[in-house]
């Protein structure tokens, strides 16, 4: 994990949906990330189904404490980024910040927040931007 940013993803059960095994999918995720400059720390998943009520599908924020766990950084150092309701409110379950994207299924859960004070950036470039920009006004 490089420098002082680790990005960590969290999913929730696409394997069923997706047809995919574990290691394909973190490898799938892993791929994606890379090909978009990214680089992942770790890939978080929820194996469980719906109905299994476990503490790691979002809305529950077992993943998030998870990835906070892995990264060593606290819950006020962290920030969760998605594009559903389900990421803000586990986000929020878990005491992180949260940003939400306009790209998947963004646009549509803007306009069901309805005006609800959550940051919100057109897509996770421009949310990488307002953090190095933030964090350069921090140490100087
Ligand atoms: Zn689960």
């Avoid at 969290?10 to 069923?16: D, F, H, M, S, W």
């Avoid at 998943?45 to 998870?66: F, S, T, V």
């Avoid at 996770?124 to 964090?135: D, G, S």
Wanted: hydrophobic fraction near 40%.
């Amino acid at each position: 994990m490089a420098g002082n940013l680790v990005f960590i993803g969290v999913l929730n059960g696409t394997l069923e949906a997706r047809d995919l095994n574990s290691g394909d999918l973190v490898w799938e995720f892993q791929t994606e990330a890379s090909r978009q400059g990214g680089d992942l720390g770790a890939v978080l998943y929820c194996p469980h189904a719906p109905e299994e009520g476990c503490a790691c599908r979002k809305p529950a924020p077992g993943l998030i404490q998870e990835a906070l766990a892995r990264s060593g950084f606290t819950a006020a150092e962290s920030l969760v980024v998605g594009d559903d309701r389900r990421d803000l409110e586990a986000a929020s379950r878990a005491g992180v910040p949260a940003a939400l994207v306009r790209t998947g299924k963004g646009r549509k859960t803007e306009m069901l927040l309805n005006g609800a004070p959550v940051p919100t950036y057109d897509d996770l470039a421009h949310v990488a931007r307002a953090i190095l920009e933030a964090h350069e006004h921090r140490v100087t």
